[in-house]
């Protein structure tokens, strides 16, 4: 099985900064595409943030310029890095990953648990 495990949530003032983990465990062949997305009680999930294998990032104009996304192949992790937030970024934030398991052929879509983070004075 393959497991997506955030952490780093919490909650900051206006302004601050929050770095947020996801490790990606279990019978893991190869990580694609790995991402962000967050959802706000009662609306959508809306994406954040991703990064492909070869290093390509997408971000949400939303958060352009604020926050960014790293990721460690080595050890199946992507990070995002999260500046000068606001309370508009309030919600659970949730790691995305297309993980292609061993002795599968194609890669299926994974979903971390989600951490809340909570941006108030």
């Known amino acids: 099985q393959v497991q997506l495990m955030e952490s780093g949530g919490g909650s900051v003032q206006p302004g601050g900064s929050l770095q947020l983990s996801c490790t990606a465990s279990g019978n893991i062949f190869k990580v694609d595409s790995m991402a962000w997305f967050r959802q706000i009680p009662g609306k959508q999930r809306e994406f954040v943030a991703s990064m492909s294998l070869g290093g390509i990032t997408d971000y949400s104009d939303s958060v352009k310029g604020r926050f960014t996304i790293s990721r460690d192949d080595a050890k199946n992790i992507v990070i995002l890095q999260m500046n000068r937030l606001s309370p508009e970024d309030t919600a659970v934030y949730y790691c995305?990953?297309?993980?292609?398991?061993?002795?599968?052929?194609?890669?299926?879509?994974?979903w971390g648990q989600g951490t809340q983070v909570t941006v108030s004075s």
């Open positions: 995305n990953g297309q993980i292609t398991k061993s002795h599968s052929r194609y890669p299926s879509e994974y």
